[in-house]
């Protein structure tokens, strides 16, 4: 998986977590956290990577 891919994914995960009722801010932690444990990366370098893009 690339940077894209899970940039993209990201973005797909906090938009799911928003339709459920969570705002924009708790949802995208919330995202990056999901993602950091599905696929076993640091959640320091997602939030790195989401805050420079």
Same mark, same amino acid.
């Given at each position: ?5 899970? %940039?993209? /994914?990201?973005?797909? *995960?906090?938009?799911?977590?928003? %339709? #459920?009722?969570? #705002?924009?801010?708790?949802? %995208? =932690? *919330? +995202?990056?956290? +999901?993602?950091? *444990?599905? /696929?076993?990366?640091? =959640?320091? &370098?997602?939030?790195? %990577?989401? #805050?420079? &893009?």
């Amino acid at each position: 998986m690339n940077t894209l891919d899970i %940039l993209i /994914y990201i973005c797909e *995960k906090r938009e799911e977590f928003v %339709l #459920n009722g969570l #705002n924009g801010q708790d949802a %995208l =932690s *919330k +995202a990056t956290h +999901a993602i950091a *444990k599905e /696929y076993h990366i640091c =959640s320091a &370098s997602i939030t790195k %990577l989401v #805050n420079l &893009s």
